[in-house]
């Protein structure tokens, strides 16, 4: 074994030599200061006045500069409700679009761990076919959807049974696996304008459901490909167990094999948390007032009323606070998560 492989296997720094462990620690120094300055810059930008702030750059509190508590004043007193109604909407919209992306997805991920999909290529084919057809009745015909849906889907069924039995060959659920992971290649942009067209259509524009269904739409093929190798690295045989005493396949997932890969759903659902809370683009597109997030706001600060950069401290620091503490707080889970993926990979 080389020094180098032997360097990476180690479990923990105690059990290095001494020399190595000063070097790793020094590292670890090293990148915890890379990390964290930022934040520390942040932190006391928000403290500073406009005048220190133009005036060069300055570290310490009480030292170099005076602190001041004008910049939290104006956000949390003088905005009011302006700060914390987006705030508000970023916290129903992130939690609730994380809820539903881990619950549809977790599910989805299960059934392609355990169940053995064959759709033939044809049907999948015909199904797409059907399916560009209404979209181009409904968006260059003038039909009305509902028509377009019924007639789509008769034609559907006529047609499966014998082009089915003529096809031969299937997919399996690795290619169902890629196709739905396959949907993240696409840059949100390209899809932003047909689904505020969709929305515009139904009258969602600027409700919080609106993002809570892009949001979780958008991050199910991250829980399906995040949790499939959890479910696949748990035994069946704890699973046919319990189908022999009789449970179904909801109680097994949700009583045995939820707990079991526990550390993978809470990194899961962390990751899903973070992207959403941090998203700009289709809340930039699908609200003006009533639903607008923290991202807005910070955005917009910078766009009315030009860089004010102790505002925007004070903005983005109180973005980023409950993200920090919750991945502090599920430390260990994700630590846990982290691992079991690493082992497995």
Known sequence: MSVLKRWFVRARIDEMP?????????????????????????????????????????????????????AWHYIFVDLGPDTFRPYLNSLIIATCGTAASVFFGSMAAYALARIAYKPPVAAVGL??????????????????????????????VLLLRPIVRRARRHLGNDDI?????????LPPVVTVIPIYLTFKSVGLLDTHLALII??????????????????????????????IDGATRFAILFGIVFPLVAPG????????????????????????????????LVAAQNATRGPQWWNMSVLILIMILPVMLLTLTLQRFIVKGILVGAVKG
Do not use: C, H
């Open 265 to 296: 759903l809470v990194a899961t659902s962390l990751l899903v948390l973070i992207l959403s809370w941090n998203e700009y683009l289709f809340a930039l597109f699908l609200t003006t007032a009533n639903a607008q997030t923290l991202p807005l």
């Open 177 to 185: 696996l890629f196709w739905i992971v396959s949907q993240r290649i």
């Open 18 to 70: 001494p020399g190595s462990r000063v070097i790793a620690y020094a590292l670890l120094a090293l990148w915890s200061l890379v990390v964290l300055f930022p934040l520390y810059w942040m932190a006391i930008t928000s403290f500073k006045l406009p005048i220190d702030v133009s005036s060069g750059p300055v570290y310490l509190p009480f030292i170099d500069f005076k602190p001041s508590l004008d």
């Open 127 to 156: 199904g797409v076919v059907m399916i560009a057809a209404l979209i181009a009745a409904v968006g260059w015909g003038g039909v009305d959807l509902r028509i377009a849906a019924a007639v789509g889907l008769a034609f559907f």
């Open 214 to 243: 892009t949001y979780a739409t958008a991050n199910v093929p991250i829980v399906v490909w995040l949790m499939f190798d959890f479910f696949d690295g748990v035994p069946k045989e704890i699973e046919e167990s319990a189908q």
